[in-house]
Nanobody, 124 residues
Framework: EVQLQASGGGLVEAGGSLRLSCAAS????????IGWFRQSPGKEREGVSC????????YYDDSVKGRFTISRDNAKNTVYLQMSSLKPEDTAVYYC?????????????????WGQGTLVTVSS
């Protein structure tokens, strides 16, 4: 059974930090890029960041560049999203996803696997 278990969400004040984790199982982790998406009430889901399985390259949406850092630990089948300088507009449910396609490729429009979300709330 494929599982992507996201955790680490919570309530934080603006300017604070959180680290999200995505623990994967049930598929060959090394063969998949892992990405984070988020969705706020009334808004469409948007891509936040993605890390390649081939060379560890990281990709970020412009809204989070310089504030968020994605990393992966292949030994633990886990991807992390370190979020700093959080803003109220970062409030959302954050989801991790996995796909064998390279980050930015068309396959990431509909990633193969999705995890459940973790709620991040940033107070002003």
């Amino acid at each position: 059974e494929v599982q992507l278990q996201a955790s680490g969400g919570g309530l934080v004040e603006a300017g604070g930090s959180l680290r999200l984790s995505c623990a994967a199982s049930g598929f060959s982790f090394d063969d998949y890029a892992i990405g984070w998406f988020r969705q706020s009430p009334g808004k469409e889901r948007e891509g936040v960041s993605c890390v390649s399985n081939r060379d560890g390259s990281a990709y970020y949406d412009d809204s989070v560049k310089g504030r968020f850092t994605i990393s992966r630990d292949n030994a633990k089948n886990t991807v992390y999203l370190q979020m700093s300088s959080l803003k109220p507009e970062d409030t959302a449910v954050y989801y991790c996803a996995a796909d064998p396609g390279a980050p930015g490729s068309s396959s990431w429009r509909v990633p193969r696997y999705w995890g459940q979300g973790t709620l991040v709330t940033v107070s002003s």
